[in-house]
């Protein structure tokens, strides 16, 4: 098992074995690309100033509300578009529009509309995850088995219960699915939105830093990110795995 | 007027009665199929009656529409002297594929009904628990229906829909995906169940076997358009058990003549296709 791991991770370990002596040998030129041990404290000189907090904090806010919303309407949205014909005839040609566009395209009209602050980055974030949400909740809704809809009509359920009690359940393995694409999504639109305008996040920080050619610091953040962004798909797998224990 | 009304009803007690029930299959692309053409059938209270025929000659689609599923275009379809509309408790409903609540485990599934029903919680737990023991799952109630074989899937099937007593009881092929002994095995514990809560019972299949085995009249029925081509007694004439009925010369005789109005009938539906 240490041995599995071991090799699982051994990339890793080698990409920051020529992180720290690229540089190191001038195979890189250091300002450019700081080994990784200088990385490494600038990171925690970063951690102990506030300044990976407080934007961390800022960032979290802005990815929180953007991909809740994005959860709630887009489930909400895909599910009422599966069931309901005159839902889907009137959301389905906005959806359909909004599909091909880059999302980061989206980044400056929600500024001109909601300004510099966290409302634009919150609207860019929640719109980029709105699709897979609302395609999985759709595709998953409708996929429900006729028959399962049938059997809790027999067994005196309403409409509502059966949206609530057959169709979301049932549709929850594709749902789930969907909101992990839209994770990964939410942290580009976040880190992106940020990096354009602000005055606050991670996403301000790197910029911030490479504007002033603190290149360690900025490379430690950037660092972060990633790790961020990795550690929350193991969880949110996690939480998915829990959560789908039924399935076998 | 009111016996006007429900005098047909009184006449079959919580009988069930089709009148020239017609019906059209309309795909979304090609051709609408007439599925059904002109369907009448009488099932008394407490009656046992199979719908046998090939696949496709619409005996699942009368079935749907007895539950109320899809909208009875022409013709009527009668319980208890009672018009269908919609679906509802009175019917309950057992399909081939199971459909449980793969979220919910074997308990949770029997208890989905009774909540329905807004039954006190004692009594749903006590109904619920009383269910599970007549199928014989006690000590998986806390299973989850991934975990079980298809036979057991069936019985948590069963008796989810017996959880709420209805009055007539509709299956459609839910012996077909299992194997043989399984299958046996649960006719055996249908018709044991029948025995301790008799309801009236309208089961689809195309197992002529089956249909002779468990059933009291065997309405057989033509390829498309779905017609009632005729009907057979096939309750025991000497009063013998269903056990010892599989083994008569007039068991083999109701299989043997019901084999050959259905073959004629399975016939026509492979060159139609």
């Known amino acids: ?248 | 007027m009111n016996e006007t009304i429900f005098g047909a009803g009184s006449m079959t007690g919580n009988g069930i009665v089709f009148g020239q029930v017609t019906h059209t299959y309309r795909p979304q692309r090609g051709r609408p199929v007439l599925a059904l053409d002109g369907v009448s059938l009488e099932v008394k209270e407490r009656e046992f009656v199979a719908l046998l025929g090939p696949s496709g000659c619409g005996k699942s689609t009368l079935l749907y529409l007895l539950g109320g599923f899809m909208p009875i275009e022409s013709g009527t379809i009668t319980v208890g002297g009672k018009a269908v509309t919609a679906p509802g408790p009175d019917r309950g409903i057992v399909f081939q594929n199971y459909s449980l609540f793969p979220w919910k485990t074997v308990k949770q599934n029997v208890l989905y009904g009774l909540e329905k029903q807004r039954k006190p919680k004692a009594e749903r737990e006590q109904r619920a628990q009383e269910l599970i023991e007549l199928v014989h799952l006690k000590g998986f109630e806390d299973s989850y229906p991934s975990q079980l074989s298809g036979g057991m899937k069936q019985r948590v099937a069963i008796a989810r829909t017996l959880a709420i007593d209805p009055v007539t009881l509709l299956m459609d092929e839910p012996f077909g995906a299992l194997d043989a002994q399984t299958r046996t095995l649960m006719h055996e514990e249908l018709l044991a169940i029948m025995r301790r809560t008799p309801k009236t019972c309208v089961f689809v299949t195309h197992d002529v076997r089956e249909a002779v085995y468990l059933a009291d009249r065997v309405a057989v029925m033509t390829s498309r358009p779905g017609r009632i081509k005729e009907i057979v007694d096939t309750k025991p004439s000497n009063g013998i058990s269903r056990a010892d009925y599989i083994n008569t010369p007039e068991f083999t005789e109701k299989v043997d003549y019901l084999w050959n109005l259905v073959r004629d009938e399975a016939i026509r539906a492979q060159e139609a296709h």
């Open chain 1, 1 to 248: 098992m240490p041995n599995n791991v071991f090799t699982r991770y051994l990339p890793l370990l080698l990409l920051a074995i020529l992180w720290e002596i690229g540089p190191r040998l001038h195979w890189v030129d250091p300002s450019e690309l700081p080994p990784l041990s200088a990385v490494g404290r600038a990171w925690w000189s970063l951690l102990m100033d506030g300044d990976l907090w407080i934007n961390g904090v800022s960032s979290f806010i802005n990815w929180f509300f953007g991909l809740g919303s994005a959860i709630i309407i887009g489930v909400l949205l895909g599910v009422l578009m599966a069931r309901s014909q005159t839902i889907d005839d009137i959301a389905s040609p906005l959806v359909k529009a909004l599909y091909p566009m880059p999302k980061s395209a989206l980044i400056p009209v929600m500024i001109l509309w909601l300004g510099l602050g966290a409302g634009s980055k919150i609207a860019s974030i929640s719109l980029s995850c709105l699709l897979p949400v609302i395609l999985s909740a759709y595709n998953g809704a409708r996929g429900v088995d006729q028959t399962l809809i049938w059997s809790a009509r027999a067994c005196g359920a309403t409409d509502r219960e059966l949206l609530w009690e057959v169709v979301l359940p049932a549709a929850l393995p594709e749902i789930l699915a969907g909101i992990r694409n839209a994770v990964a999504i939410s942290f580009i639109v976040l880190v992106a939105s940020e990096l354009l305008v602000g005055q606050r996040g991670l996403g301000y920080l790197i910029s911030f830093l490479g504007e002033g050619g603190v290149y360690d610091a900025m490379f430690a953040v950037v660092v972060t990110v990633s790790a961020l962004g990795f550690f929350a798909d193991r969880a949110y797998l996690f939480f998915m795995r829990r959560t789908l224990l039924w399935r076998e």
